[in-house]
């Protein structure tokens, strides 16, 4: 067995932490009380401050403990809108389990994850009016549900609950900061749902760390982009501008990306791979049809003027990608990080690799188990709830999170990760082979869209989708001609099991996780 390749000798731990009740109180005061929430409502921007997400939430608490047993699960079922967020603070400092889940999944999904989280209580928008009564027969302990897309009966909450009527002292209890505060469910690659359990303590001690450089701590306009229910934005779109002093303007539906960057013009965003490959495409197709603009000038006419910093995550990054929109005086870098972590583990800097997912945090030390990097932070789960065979598998008997990723660290604390355990093909030689090394040298031709690289009958086979409109701009008729050609120049390169034999031209994206994740299983095409 290797040794493990130890960063930091001491494991460390949390210590003076705030809770989420401790950066909502002090926000108001500490942020000079700007606003913290941004949204397009019957066509208006409106405003919240940060004491009015503080009132609210605190409100939403007082009706929550009046209504609920303690500790209660509460699952969300919601777009990202700012009932949304008061609705989570509520449940977050009320000493009640959040369990946030997808809006958009079906009655039966719903059910199953409820079932498994013992949730008795749902928080739903309008949209999901149309499957509550059907996940309430499907699971019974469901008792309470309440729309909070109903403004009319969420201003009333805000009325009833305030801090002067006469249930001001049910917010006044103080977080079981250690103990679960949350239970996330992780999409996966494979669909397999496990439900992570954190604490308060690991939700805001992610914050808690020495930035190598201010690029993370700027208290400047993000635009909140990607869905609140993953633990992503939740940590970077909510926890992380409460303490830093963002103003976060909620996106909405994704459709509405492009006008709500020109409408609210913001500095920053927080992105997954596939959401910035499609912001490229619109700067490229106004380059096109506009020559004479810089490239720096062409993205203005996109992003506001004034986005500078795209943060990436979920999803491996294109260095292509990254240095396309430096020339576009963008900043796009990637961290790393898991839901069992905590959320990261990883973050940017100026002066990271584009090739790296970031360099550590001091919180985090990192080992090199076999080729795997296992993780120790002080933001580890406390597990998978109910299921201790999974959290077994997952947790090393030492303590460490086992990341299932291939990868090293280098001597400025950078993280590389070359592949996926799981992902390995395995060929009958017994040479391993990590599909993802392949995957990238794919990407490096702008004519690939998306590629998946996996084994069939002992052979390597690359499923392509192209890039339709980049063909049609750089003037290729014949497509699969071309990806032929590039088959060939990665082979030529390549060793005896890194080759090639089958090459698939897709007509179809690939499926994909609702975070923009390839899946490993794919039907046919």
């Not at 993802?436 to 390597?460: H, P, Q, S």
Request: charged share 25%; hydrophobic share 40%.
């Amino acid at each position: 067995m290797q040794k493990p390749n130890r960063m930091v000798k001491k494991k460390m731990k949390l210590e003076n932490i705030p809770t989420i009740r401790d950066l909502l109180d002090v926000a108001p005061a500490k942020h000079n009380d700007r606003p913290f929430i941004k949204f397009l409502r019957d066509g208006e921007i409106k405003e919240k401050k940060f004491s009015e997400v503080r009132r609210d939430g605190l409100a939403f608490c007082r009706k929550l403990r009046h209504d609920l047993p303690e500790g209660a699960h509460v699952a969300i079922f919601s777009k990202s809108t700012y009932e949304y967020i008061v609705a989570m603070t509520g449940v977050l400092v009320g000493n009640f389990v959040a369990v946030p889940l997808d809006p958009d999944c079906t009655a039966e999904e719903a059910a199953e994850i409820l079932k498994n989280a013992d949730v008795c209580a749902v928080l739903h928008d309008g949209d999901f009016l149309d499957r509550i009564e059907a996940v309430k027969t499907l699971c019974p302990a469901v008792q309470y549900t309440m729309n909070i897309g109903d403004l009319a009966a969420v201003e009333a909450v805000y009325e009833e609950f305030s801090a002067t009527s006469v249930y001001a002292s049910l917010s006044d209890v103080p977080m079981h900061h250690t103990e679960c505060a949350l239970i996330i469910y992780t999409s996966g690659t494979t669909g397999d749902k496990k439900g992570v359990m954190l604490s308060s303590d690991a939700l805001v001690a992610n914050l808690m760390f020495k930035p190598y450089s201010d690029i993370v701590v700027r208290a400047d306009t993000i635009l909140s982009v990607l869905p609140l229910h993953h633990i992503f934005c939740f940590i970077t779109g909510y926890i992380g501008p409460l303490h830093i002093g963002n103003c976060v303007c909620l996106n909405g539906e994704m459709r509405d990306l492009f006008k709500n960057l020109l409408l609210f013009k913001p500095d920053q965003m927080r992105v997954v791979p596939m959401i910035a490959q499609a912001l490229l495409a619109r700067i490229r197709a106004v380059q096109h049809k506009h020559p004479e603009l810089s490239a720096k000038e062409a993205a203005a006419q996109i992003t506001g003027g004034n986005l500078d910093l795209m943060l990436a995550g979920g999803a491996y990054l294109d260095p292509a990608l990254a240095r396309a929109f430096d020339e576009m005086g963008i900043l796009l870098r990637q961290g790393y990080g898991m839901s069992e972590a905590g959320c990261k583990i990883t973050v940017p800097d100026l002066d990271s690799s584009v090739d790296s997912v970031g360099r550590l945090m001091n919180i985090v030390d990192v080992r090199i188990v076999g080729g795997e990097i296992q993780v120790d932070t002080p933001c580890l789960m406390l597990g998978y709830y109910n299921n201790p065979e999974a959290t077994a598998e997952a947790i090393t008997e030492d303590g460490w999170l086992r990341t299932g990723d291939i990868g090293y660290v280098d001597e400025t604390r950078q993280l590389f990760i070359t592949g996926r355990l799981k992902n390995l093909i395995i060929l009958s030689n017994g040479e391993n082979v990590s599909p993802e090394g392949i995957e990238n040298r794919y990407k490096a031709n702008k004519l690939v869209a998306e590629v998946l690289v996996y084994a069939e009958k002992d052979r390597i086979v690359a499923a392509v989708y192209p890039d339709a409109e980049y063909a049609e701009q750089a003037g290729i008729a014949d497509v699969r001609a071309e990806l032929e050609a590039w088959t060939d120049q990665i082979n030529q390169t390549a060793s005896p099991t890194q080759t090639v034999a089958k090459l698939i031209v897709r007509d179809t994206p690939l499926e994909k996780t609702s975070t923009g994740k390839i899946k490993r299983v794919q039907s046919d095409n």
